[in-house]
């Protein structure tokens, strides 16, 4: 039996944002979408980073008059975190433990994002084992 890999786990629909959007758009963006958080593009399309709920509401707490004007630029992780889509299960969840991540991008052969895998993936790995 083949051992399942990242690509077997991940959503293999890739969302971003752009780094320009302002909170409430990302609010509204991840609400709509049932995120919890997105890769970051900037204007040329290349990947700066990521934000999640956390970041969002981080910001809202510190000050949140001034959400309407902050950008997703100013409150994203300025990194990406990738995996290469045959990594294994235990690949994944390592990656995310070491580095204390929720998501992780999932990369084909070229280095371009094929997908993104999240914490949530990984419990639904455990439910289907019990099922």
Known sequence: MRPITASDLMNPEVLAVRDNMTLPELASFLTENEFSGAPVRDRDGNLVGVVSMADLTRALAESPAASAETRVADVMTPKVYTIAADASVSEVASAMLDNHLHR?????????????VSTSDLLGLMIDEDD
Do not use: A, K, N, R
């Open 104 to 116: 992780l991008l999932v990369t084909g052969s070229d280095g371009e994002p094929v997908g993104i």
